[in-house]
Each structure stands twice: as structure tokens, then as C-alpha cells.
């Protein structure tokens, strides 16, 4: 069966520190992923998705930036934090097969301070 | 431009009544629509989805929603509400065209009251 997974599952950073999310799916390959971001009373926010390897399109101009560099393995990171990053960040893929469900990671609560 | 939303962030009902929760989306050709359900700091899960076919939906823990062409809806229900229900609830779409971009609505907080 698939599985994602996240890590970690929370950090508090200082503002100006760097910052790496990492996302590992399981049992599937050639999977389209996605990071969202969820703050307070906002929804989810589309950040970046992927289709393939070292393939990143980025949704929303910001700060961030994210990587692929295997198939099942999808980083978010940053240089330099902005209080603004704060947040609930989650991973997630596609099952094209059930036409677009969501599998989404438990997510990782960042805390900029 | 297409959207969805979510009418009302939070909502809240008594244990046993109707639970309604709204979502709207914007599109003149019918998009795929979602349902998903989230747990204070827990990940989305998957409670129904419309594609083709049938459009009145039936999902997990007594859900289901119906997709209204002509309202342009897919509003979400429950007969009974449990106190295991409360939880912030996602409307999302797919729209057509171009990859598999889930858009999602901003959610609404379900409070069930004993």
C-alpha cells in the first residue's frame, strides 16, 4: 500500500535561519506531488507541485523553493525564514488512478520566531 | 476566474441534528469536487468525491453531498451529527484542463455541541 511521510513533524526556527521539509512517498512511483501551506483561517495554499524528477513549478512567489531529487522524494526549504512562513505544511500526492484523490502526509508545524 | 468556496468558517450544531455545510465553485464546464476532512494537526482525508455519473454521493462516517450543475454546488451533509464530527471540513476541485491542480476552498470548522 502507499504511504507518505513527513518530517519533521515540528520546528521552531529563528527568523533569518534556513529551513528543510522533506516528504517520502512509498508504494508508488512516478507520483505528481505537491506542498501545501496551511495558516490560520487561510486554507490551503497551493505552494509547489511536481510531475517528475528535478520538475518543480512553483504556484505562488515567495520565499520558498522546492526540490525532487528522486522519484518519491519531495524537500521544501528556504534560505532565509520570514515570520510570515509560519505555518502547517503538508505534503501530499496524486492518485491519478481515482481520478485526483489527495494523499496527503501528517504535516509539519513550523514556528517562526 | 475559477474558485471555490466555502460559505460559513464556522458552523456549529447540536449532537443528532443536520449537519450542511456549503461549498460553491466557479466553472462553466463541471469540474471533478472533493470532500476532505481534517483533525486538529492531522492531514486531509478523503471523505467523497464527484466525478461523473451519479450525483448525489455517498462518502465515509454517514457523509454525502450532491453536485447541482444548475447551482453550480456541492454541499455536504450528514442526517445525524456525532460528536466525532467536529472537525474543519475542505471543499476542493479539480478543474479541467492542464494537470491534476486540487484547488480548495478555506474550510469550515464544525463544532458539535452536546
Known amino acids: 500500500s502507499q504511504t507518505i511521510h513527513q518530517w519533521p513533524a515540528t520546528l521552531v526556527q529563528p527568523v533569518g535561519s534556513p529551513l528543510s521539509l522533506e516528504c517520502t512517498v512509498e508504494g508508488t512511483s512516478n507520483p505528481n506531488l505537491y506542498w501545501y501551506r496551511q495558516a490560520a483561517g487561510r486554507g490551503l495554499q497551493l505552494l509547489f507541485y511536481?510531475?517528475?524528477?528535478?520538475?518543480i513549478s512553483s504556484e505562488v512567489p515567495q520565499n520558498l523553493s522546492a526540490s525532487r531529487p528522486q522519484d518519491r522524494q519531495f524537500i521544501l526549504s528556504s534560505k532565509k525564514l520570514l515570520l510570515s512562513d509560519s505555518g502547517f505544511y503538508l505534503c501530499a500526492w496524486i492518485r491519478t488512478s481515482a481520478a485526483g484523490e489527495l494523499f496527503f502526509g501528517e504535516g509539519s508545524r513550523l514556528t517562526v520566531l | 476566474a475559477q474558485s471555490v468556496t466555502q460559505l460559513g468558517s464556522h458552523v456549529s450544531v447540536s449532537e443528532g441534528a443536520l449537519v450542511l455545510l456549503r461549498c460553491n465553485y466557479s466553472s462553466s464546464v463541471p469540474p471533478y469536487l472533493f470532500w476532505y476532512v481534517q483533525y486538529p494537526n492531522q492531514g486531509l482525508q478523503l471523505l467523497l468525491k464527484y466525478t461523473t455519473g451519479a450525483t448525489l454521493v455517498k462518502g465515509i462516517n454517514g457523509f454525502e453531498a450532491e453536485f447541482k450543475k444548475s447551482e453550480t454546488s456541492f454541499h455536504l451533509t450528514k442526517p445525524s451529527a456525532h460528536m466525532s464530527d467536529a472537525a474543519e471540513y475542505f471543499c476542493?476541485?479539480?478543474?479541467?484542463?492542464?494537470?491534476?491542480?486540487?484547488?480548495f476552498g478555506t474550510g469550515t470548522k464544525l463544532q458539535v455541541i452536546p
Open positions: 511536481s510531475v517528475g524528477i528535478g520538475q
Open positions: 476542493a476541485v479539480i478543474f479541467s484542463g492542464g494537470y491534476q491542480k486540487v484547488t
